[in-house]
């Protein structure tokens, strides 16, 4: 089975402009979380969503969006880079049975600010 | 403000011994606590959930302990490889298990 997948692998962009990152979940998982994982750090919260609504927002500010499509994959946005914005995204799925507290985690989009 | 607080940042054992790793938390009431091992350039893969009302949980080599009054969690590995070298992380997450907190990780090394 394929696990969560993200992409693109790697981003380099420049201070001001706009990033589109895109996250497919597991086949069947019907939540996502987006994380920011700055180097040498845990990853922090951004979003959850769970059937196309947002279920939880972390404490980033408005530049941050996202959305769930219908086939449950998910877009992050980010307006008006920062050079602090420098981080690996992460994008992870979870189920709805069983061990549905498990979070099943993608390799990541690491994004380079200039 | 909630905190996380994972031992050291890195923690070096022989190969055989047994590793632990504690986090300590703050200003905050878990319902659930987990474990994730997270490698260079990979995202987290998940290890073990423990729930508030639960004192100890077991998989394999690997223990976990989670002690409200304290505020704390301990993670064991008994018999410990190389293959576990990597950054452990701890998470905590109140409402949701989905919504997690994490700690900053210990970069366990063991060495053969």
């Known amino acids: 089975d394929a696990g969560v997948t993200q992409s693109p692998t790697h981003l380099i962009k420049t201070r001001g402009q706009h990033v589109t990152l895109r996250c497919s979940p597991i086949?069947?998982?019907?939540?996502v979380s987006w994380y920011q994982q700055v180097l040498g750090q845990g990853p922090q919260f951004i979003f959850q969503?769970?059937?196309?609504?947002?279920?939880g927002r972390g404490n980033f500010p408005d530049r941050f969006s996202a959305r769930q499509f219908p086939n449950y994959s998910s877009e992050l946005n980010v307006n008006a880079l920062l050079l602090g914005d420098s981080a690996l995204y992460l994008c992870?799925?979870?189920?709805?049975?069983?061990?549905?507290?498990?979070?099943?985690f993608g390799p990541g989009t690491r994004l380079t600010v200039l | 403000s909630q905190k996380i607080e994972q031992n050291s940042e890195a923690l070096n054992i022989q190969e055989g011994k047994t590793a632990t790793l504690t986090c300590n938390y703050t200003?905050?009431?878990?319902?659930?606590l987990q474990w994730y091992r997270q490698d260079p350039g990979r995202g987290p893969v998940f290890l073990l959930l423990?729930?508030?009302?639960?004192k100890e949980k077991r998989k394999e080599r690997l223990k976990v302990t989670f002690d409200t009054t304290l505020k704390q969690s301990l993670f064991h590995i008994t018999a410990s490889q190389p293959a576990d070298s990597a950054t452990y992380l701890c998470?905590?997450?109140?409402?949701?298990?989905?919504?997690?907190?994490f700690g900053s990780g210990t970069q366990l090394t063991v060495l053969p």
């Open positions: 200003n905050y009431s878990p319902a659930y």
């Open positions: 998470a905590l997450s109140s409402g949701s298990a989905r919504q997690l907190t």
């Open positions: 086949s069947g998982h019907k939540s």
């Open positions: 423990i729930r508030e009302n639960e």
């Open positions: 992870a799925s979870s189920g709805t049975s069983g061990s549905r507290y498990e979070q099943f």
């Open positions: 969503y769970y059937e196309k609504e947002e279920r």
